[in-house]
């Protein structure tokens, strides 16, 4: 008589196997942001040659526009 093996054995050791990565990966990708210089987001909008163009072009008379 012989003793029934156990199928799951490969599937659990490889599901254990990519937890492991995925928690290396993981702890890699932390250690890299934080020795990454931090992200900075200018909040104040930059003045555009064409907003200035554009706000000239509204302050004219619309009927001195269409002559030009």
């Given at each position: 008589m012989?003793?029934?093996k156990n199928q799951n054995t490969?599937?659990?050791r490889q599901r254990e196997m990519d937890k492991?990565?995925?928690a290396e990966a993981k702890r890699a990708r932390r250690i890299?942001?934080?020795?990454a210089p931090p992200?900075?987001?200018d909040t104040e909008p930059e003045d555009d040659e064409a907003s200035v163009a554009?706000?000239?072009a509204s302050n004219e008379d619309?009927?001195?526009a269409v002559d030009s």
């Open positions: 012989s003793i029934a490969f599937a659990k492991k990565m995925k890299a942001a934080k020795d992200v900075v987001y554009d706000d000239d619309p009927i001195d």
